[in-house]
């Protein structure tokens, strides 16, 4: 493309697209010019026009067709004077593969000249070696000039044969355009000048050029001056573009960022609600077990002595009665001198308090202003502080994030503006709104548990606990009735570990939201595996994509799997990562490379597969076996877990303490969590009442061995000791558990859970000893 205000050259308008016809895109045929100045051929031009009007393939302006048709749109002469110049670089008749001379058979006949070398640029003709000697030995012809054929055709001498070349007039062949009809502006040649146009007024073609070029110079320039107008203004409106582009992306990253803490702050205020819960059903579950057991003793009692006095009446003989009368009368005497003096019983029942804004549809936590963007001198954007030093109000515009489409608090009506005194806001299970002493706002140096020696609820530190006979003498602000959300405690066999200080425990780190601005749904995650120090790895099957994130939920980006791939399970090898997808596996570098793929079977919806402790092999489910494959792709063993072929594996994850390479499964068709070893022997399996009847979810093990199992349907993750026996409860729906998918162990001590809504919370496990 020639630039604005440099003159185009010739090779450049030979070689390039212009000769071209942008509606055949073959070269020019008879070219046409319309009035918007761009040239088609003329039978293109015929198929265009439509009730008297053509719109132009490029510029979409509509143009009137003459009343003769599109044969009387004006001829292109430039362009047809270039195509002759290209034709005759290309080379006319040819004969024997070579250019044959134009003047020996005008001579000779045909058939009796030689090979064309040489070329004459006046009369545009190829000769021979003796025709062209011959040609400058004549009177007419002397002063024409003869070049090399070779360099002709090689473009040696394009700007000399254009000078020479003329324009033939196309009412008689072979006369060249040589004169301008001043009145008609129409080029004229001999004949035509001696016709219809001999009175008038016609100028040689040099001189009418020297005459007209002027003009069309000034309405160049005139155009060069609305170009370079046009430029800036393209260019200021790019400018205007990335500043709203950039500040867009910001804004979003505000969104996120303030969402997430919202979000955050939310989970935090609802594992503090949860655990003053558990505190005052505990407390009050223990005081009233207290009781009950002093009114069961007494109970007893009084029933032992009465059941003995009315024995003694009926089937006493007279003497017998009235030998005992004195001792029974004494001790009815005393037991009922002893009423029961009623203790303080539950009788604060826990009432949800929330701002009355959650229901408010007309509540906006977040919202977006927007402001005109500054105007350069002139009526341009984009002025002064926009390209160079920011100027101190922009600053400050910045610092406060209020300024172009930033977010805004919202204080406007129907903001949420808390207010001491609130009404009652209705509720379907009658909850009230908070008053002014109501509990403060959970902090992430936060209370922990209630109870000595019992799992922590997930709050940001690992704090302060409440002992067990030290229930504070503060007055609970908790009114009516709230309904329950717990489940049944998973049954332990054998000695209860939980709560004893020898389990661990869980810590609740962050959560935070998996998906990213560029998702088109909502994130189904159906697989997590560790992925470098600090880092996860998360498979999102819906939209596609294979998501890395830190432990404390900063986005890192995305390795590239391959198109049309809807990754299931996830695990990363040694500079490699392997993914299920359908029924393939995938091997696949980093960077999305694939090394390898293998077909899988076609019974099963999903293989799960994990990564072997040296981190050279992957392991695959396969329809009730186990297939380990190493980094070239080739099967390095495949067995059957306990030899039964009708197990359905859905989850693996190995023992990274077991130098020989134990897994963990969980076993759909058995309906159990299965031990073996890397031979596939069971080395353990837990089947029992703890699973709640339901199918065991994703497993994870940490550094000790524990085995953490998640069981989606009743919101609990269970902790089981290395060989498979239920040991308790880790995490719950008092932990913000609700409806978790996968779990995964990274760097053996942060337990991370996915939930069915694409949300991933992470939980330090600490150990018993620490």
Known sequence: ?????????????????????????????????????????????????????????????????????????????????????VRARAGGDLRAGKPACALCPLMGGAGTGGPATARCLDCADDLCQACADGHRCTRQTHTHRVVDLVGYRAGWYDEEARERQAAQCPQHPGEALRFLCQPCSQLLCRECRLDPHLDHPCLPLAEAVRARRPGLEELLAGVDSNLAEL???????????????????????????????????????????????????????????????????????????????????????????????????????????????????????????????????????????FEEQPQKDGGQEGAGSQGGDETSSQRE??????????????????????????AQTPQEDGAQTPKEDR????????????????????????????????????????????????????????????????????????????????????????????????????????????????????????????????????????????????????????????????????????????????GDRVAVSVSGHVEVYNMEGSLATRFIPGGKANRGLRALVFLTTSPQGNFVGSDWQQNSVVVCDGLGQVIGEYRGPGLHGCQPGSVSVDKKGYIFLTLREVNKVVILDPKGSLLGDFLTAYHGLEKPRVTTMVDGRHLVVSLSNGTIHVFRVRSPDS
Not at 30 to 35: C, G, N, R
Not at 400 to 422: D, L, Y
Not at 526 to 553: M, Y
């Open 397 to 422: 515009d910045g610092a406060k994030s209020e300024r172009h489409g930033g977010i805004q608090p919202q204080s406007r009506a129907g903001a949420c503006t808390p207010k001491e005194n609130r």
């Open 231 to 369: 430029e800036a203004a393209r260019m200021t409106e790019k400018e205007a573009l990335a500043r709203l582009r950039e500040q867009a992306a910001r804004v979003g990253t505000q969104v996120e960022e303030v969402a997430e803490g919202v979000l955050r702050a939310l989970l935090a205020q609802k594992q503090e609600v949860l655990g003053q819960l558990r505190a005052h059903v505990e407390a009050a579950e223990e005081a009233a077990r207290e009781r009950l057991e002093e009114l069961e003793g007494r109970e007893q009692v009084a029933r032992a002595a009465a059941a003995f006095a009315r024995r003694v009446l009926s089937l006493g003989r007279e003497a017998e009665i009235l030998s005992l009368e004195g001792a029974i009368a004494q001790r009815l005497r005393q037991l009922q001198g002893c009423p029961w003096m009623p203790g303080p019983s539950p009788r604060l029942l826990p009432q949800l308090e929330f701002h009355p804004g959650l229901l408010d549809k007309n509540c906006r936590l977040l919202g977006l202003s």
């Open 439 to 614: 509990a403060k706002t959970p902090q992430e140096d936060g209370a922990q548990t209630p109870k000595e020696g019992r799992a922590q609820t997930p709050l940001e530190d690992e704090g302060a606990q409440t002992p067990r006979g030290g229930r504070s003498n503060k007055k609970r602000k908790f009114k009516g009735r709230l309904k329950s959300v717990s489940r049944e405690p998973s049954p332990v066999p054998g000695l209860n570990l939980e709560g004893s200080g020898l389990l661990p425990r869980p810590i609740f780190s962050c959560s935070f939201p998996t998906r990213m601005p560029g998702d088109k749904r909502s994130p189904r995650i159906t697989g997590l595996c560790p992925f470098g120090p600090r880092e996860i790895l998360v498979a999102d099957e819906q939209n596609r994509a294979l998501k890395r994130f830190s432990l404390n939920g900063d986005y890192k980006g995305a390795v590239p799997v391959p198109e049309g791939c809807s990754p299931c399970s996830v695990a990363a090898l040694q500079g490699a990562v392997a993914f299920s997808a359908g029924a393939r596996l995938y091997l696949i570098s980093p960077d999305g490379e694939v090394q390898w793929r293998r077909a899988l079977s076609l019974s099963q919806a999903s293989h799960a597969v994990a990564a072997m402790p040296s």
């Open 1 to 85: 493309m020639v630039s604005q205000g440099s003159s185009p050259s010739l090779l450049e308008a030979l070689s390039s697209d212009f000769l071209a016809c942008k509606i055949c895109l073959e070269q020019l045929r008879a070219p046409k010019t319309l009035p918007c100045l761009h040239t088609y051929c003329q039978d293109c031009l015929a198929q265009l026009a439509e009730g008297g009007h053509l719109r132009c393939p490029e510029c979409r302006e509509t143009v009137p067709v003459p009343a003769a048709g599109v044969a009387a749109f004006k001829t292109n002469f430039f362009v047809n004077g270039l195509l002759d110049l």
